[in-house]
Structures are given as C-alpha cells and as structure tokens.
C-alpha cells in the first residue's frame, strides 16, 4: 500500500472514527474549519456524514471570494467603467454580486475590458502588452495569496511598469478567528486550521489564540484521515483540558511556515485594517501597501476609495460566514439562490458554504 | 484559486520552471521558496508560484486527492 492509499485506508479511518466517539464520551465538539477547501473535502469525503451528533461542523469564513466586502466590489466595478482601465483578476470574482446587481461579467459584457488571469504574475504581461493602459490587479486571497502578488509588484518594481497597480483586498486569517473567538454567540470549541495558509504562517500566529481562549486547533491536510484525526486531536485536547496548536499536515506545512514568502509579503505590504463581508472592519486584519510600493496602489494611485454601501438584501452571507447559521437556513438557499443563480458570494465560488452545501447536503438528503 | 496541489518540475530556468501533473504543463514561479527544488522533485503550487518543495514520497501522499475531479481550472 502506497503512503498515499494509507491516507484513506476504510480500516483505518474506522479505527480513528471510533477513538473519536471514545474521546467524545459526554463532550461536545463545535469545531470551525476556516479553509475552503476543507469545507468541500468534509462533505466530498463522506467524513461530514460519519460524525457522532456531538462533534457539530461549523463552515467559516475561509473562502477569499465570499469573504470580499460589497464596499470592495462596488470599488472595482467603478474601475472596471474607466476607459483606460483593464482589471485583471482571478476567475472566482467574475460572477461575485455586487450592491447594484452589476458583476464584472456584467460589466465585461457591457464592454468593460477585464482580463481573467491564473497567476498574479500574468498580469504583468497584459501590462506589458497595452502600454497606454492602466493595469489593475484585483488582490484577494489570504496569506497563501497575498505573497504571490506581492512577488509580482516587487517585479513590476524591478522592470520599471509604471502602469500596473493592485487593489489590495487581502485578508488575515489569525486576526480573523480572534474576532470570532471574542464574540460570545460563536462557541466555538476547536479550530481546523487551514493547510495552505500554514504554510506560509507557520503555526507561531495560532499561538496566542489558543492560549487566550482555550481552544484547541489543528492544521489539517485533505485526506479523509487527515480531516478525521485533526478532529480526534482537537477533542482529545479538549477532553484533557490542554488545548494547544498542533500540526499534524507536516507533509506540506513546516512548523516555521515559509519565511522567504513572509518576507516578500511584508516588504510590500504592511498589515492595516479590512473590511469583512458580514463580519465588517477587523483591525489588523488586512494588508496595505508599504510607503516604497504606494505607487503601485490602485486606491492612491488611481483616486478609488471604498464607499459604505448596504448589504445585499436577503443575503445571510455574514451569518454563515460567521458559523452562526448553516447555509441551508437561509431563506433563499436552493430558491432564489443557487450556483446557477447566486445572490450572494458563498454560492459562487466552488469554496464558498453555501455552494458547497448545494452541492454535497442536497444530494444526500431523502428521496435522491 | 484556493487550490494548491503538487506538481513534478520538468525543467528549470533562473526563476521559472515548467512543472507538470497527470498531463497538465503549467509554467510557475520559484520566487517564494528558499528550498529550491531540483528536476524531479514536486512542488506546492498556489496561484502561480510555488510555495513549498516536497520530495517525491511526501509529493504521492497528497496528489491524487485532484487526480479524483478537482477542477484543473481552478489550480
Ligand atoms: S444561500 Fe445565497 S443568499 Fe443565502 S447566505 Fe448563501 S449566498 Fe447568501
């Protein structure tokens, strides 16, 4: 048997699976995944289903797309209406709603010029190639992100561009689950915390978080028997009152994280305030750009600001995002709002809860 | 975009590499990582630039989790 079957071995996942019930004996485990990708690999895995009732699953705000403020996206789609502007972005904001109902697919369709890119980096070729315009790159994304499109403004920097520019939207995660942490209706008892952002962050930043609140975290890899001994390590912990941060994804995440990203991260951005979507301003919570990168700041650069604009209407998007509300109990989920159809931002990307309960949840429910 | 899988490096030049998985060549960054890889070794992939190198042992344990359906779009 390869390493890799090993990973999703039935006995195995059997035996890690009852450990779990043992460990649980007159407990309750209300453990928050902050990744996506975890999200979809719980259902998609059949791990969600296997669960004893009093380990209960709360999704969190770990989807970039969904997480992205309506003030954010009102910002570039009045960028996106400049004639000498071309933003390029990562697909998963094209269909994303914004206030008015307008979306870049929208406005590309209206004849706005928008370039869907795969890599940050790609950007800078479309910059290259329509000198007279404005490039702008709009920067979602958590800590895995942020220093991929840091390295490319340091680039852009080095070459000289001089029309290029980013939109800095990013997101922090630790700064995010103390603001949830610090809200008494949340309860959460455990943190599944997110591979890929480890990596670049290490596990230093979690810290302080478990030691403040109790709460015992894992970072977690995607494989069935990743998912399910990230949430026997959080109940045992919980069940012998040390909670602590462990890493237990060390195939991928050192406990260092990765430094040399870091330091590309944090030559071009400083840490500032963000705006969350339904959670709203965490400090700290975000990156904005250092005074020797300015001029690469769309915001400065090219006089955008972000304009308070009402939410959504009808939308729970921060209550989910927030754990408070499964995506399901939304009054719109599966009827005005749908993948096909989305309303709010966590049905459009293939991360986002509600997209991923549309998915996974319905198809197991009677009758299908 | 959230996606980061291990791909195998085919070929490397300065700060540019072309790595490969089950048929799909992508060119990517290496500007990220410290532990650059060597040709044959498989790196961690995130929006174009590789963030972690892994041997090829700790490469296997994680790659077919997109060889079952993630979409190679997304990547
Ligand atoms: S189902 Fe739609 S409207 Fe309801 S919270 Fe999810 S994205 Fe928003």
């Known amino acids: ?368 | 975009m959230c996606l980061a899988v291990p791909m195998e490096v085919k070929h490397i030049d300065g700060d540019v590499a072309d790595v490969e998985i089950g048929g799909v060549r992508k060119q990517i960054r290496l500007d990220l990582i410290a532990d650059r890889p060597q040709v044959g070794e498989y790196v961690i992939i995130h929006a174009g630039f590789a963030i972690r190198t892994l041997n090829k042992e700790e490469a296997m344990e994680t790659i077919k989790i997109f060889q079952e359906g993630w979409n190679l779009e997304l990547i």
């Open chain 1, 1 to 368: 048997m390869s390493s890799f079957d090993s990973l999703r071995d039935p006995d195995k996942c059997k035996a890690v699976l009852k450990l779990i019930e043992e460990a649980m004996q007159g407990q309750t485990l209300r453990f928050m995944e902050v990744c996506g990708t975890h999200t979809v690999a719980l259902f998609r895995s059949g791990v969600h289903s296997l669960l004893p009732k009093s380990v209960v699953h709360l999704t969190g705000p770990g989807c970039p797309v969904c997480v992205t403020h309506d003030s954010e996206v009102a910002a570039y789609l009045e960028l996106a209406k400049r004639d000498d502007v071309i933003i390029a972005t990562f697909g998963d904001l094209m269909r994303v709603p914004g206030p008015g109902g307008g979306s870049l697919k929208k406005a590309q369709a209206e004849g706005a010029r928008i370039e869907v890119v795969y890599s940050p980096f790609d950007a800078l070729a479309v910059a290259k190639n329509n000198p007279g315009d404005k490039i702008v790159f709009l920067g979602i994304g958590f800590e895995t992100t942020a220093p991929t499109v840091a390295a490319t403004v340091r680039l852009a920097k080095e070459q000289g561009l001089s029309n290029f520019f980013v939109m800095p939207f990013h997101k922090l995660v630790p700064p995010a689950l103390d603001a949830l942490l610090s809200d008494p209706a949340m309860a959460i008892e455990g943190f599944m915390l997110p591979g890929h952002v480890s990596a670049i962050i290490g596990l230093e930043p979690y810290r302080p978080l478990a030691e403040k609140y109790g709460i015992p975290a894992v970072v977690a890899g995607f494989e069935p028997l990743d998912l399910l001994q990230a949430i026997l390590l959080m109940a045992e912990m919980k069940r012998q009152g040390k909670p602590r941060v462990i890493n237990n994804y060390k195939r991928v995440v050192a406990d260092e994280g990765n430094p040399k990203a870091r330091a590309i991260l944090y030559e071009v951005y400083k840490p500032g305030d963000a705006l969350w979507r339904g959670i709203g301003t965490i400090p700290g919570s975000g990156l904005v750009m250092s005074d020797a990168y300015k001029p690469f700041d769309a915001f400065d650069a090219l006089g955008v600001e972000l304009k308070e604009c009402k939410p959504l209407p009808g939308c729970r998007c921060g209550e989910v995002l927030k754990g408070i509300m499964p995506p399901n109990q939304c009054p719109l989920f599966a009827k005005a709002c749908t993948p096909a159809t989305p309303i709010g931002p966590c049905m459009v990307s293939t991360e986002g809860s509600c997209a991923a309960y549309h998915k996974y949840q319905l198809d197991l429910s009677p009758g299908k």
